[in-house]
């Protein structure tokens, strides 16, 4: 996992890590299958260490680039734009890399317990491997048509 800057993590499925083999020789819905959990879990680490309880903070993301495209995923917790007293929303993203356009969906907003306990239920990966999937055939459709 690199980090870049103080908020933004890059998962990396290629670098080395004893708990997992090479993601070479696997079906793009295996390698989903392996990087949703591990993207939400990542998240999940950092916001319980990095988003207050209450009030305003910096979007934390964890990204991984999608297997078989040209396009780079963001799972992302940021506070409500009305209500950042208590609220937090968790989004999904994806982009085309190396360009500026993205396009996203809010999965979830509550507390910090609630969005946390949203990332962590594992009933909602598919929910979240099905949005990362929509979102990028999106990014696709676009630039196909450029």
């Known amino acids: 996992m690199d980090k870049i800057g103080n908020n933004y993590y ?3 499925p290629k ?4 708990e997992r083999g090479s993601l070479d020789m696997l079906s793009k819905e295996e390698k989903m299958d392996i990087l949703v959990p591990k993207c939400s ?4 680490k950092r916001a319980e260490r990095e988003v207050p309880e209450n009030g305003k903070f910096r979007r934390i993301f964890v990204a991984f680039e999608i297997p078989e495209t040209q396009n780079e995923t963001l799972f992302s917790i ?5 209500d950042f007293k208590d609220i937090r929303r968790m989004s999904i993203a994806v982009h085309r890399k190396n360009s ?3 396009i996203s969906n ?3 907003k509550g507390t910090k317990e609630e969005v946390l306990n949203y990332l ?9 491997k099905q949005t990362v999937n929509s979102l990028s055939n999106s990014v696709d459709e676009y630039y196909s048509s450029l």
């Open 10 to 12: 890059k998962y990396d």
């Open 15 to 18: 670098a080395p890590a004893p």
């Open 41 to 44: 879990d990542l998240l999940t």
């Open 78 to 82: 940021e506070p409500d734009a009305k």
């Open 100 to 102: 500026d356009r993205i």
């Open 106 to 108: 809010y999965m979830f």
């Open 120 to 128: 962590k239920d594992e009933k909602n990966y598919a929910e979240f």
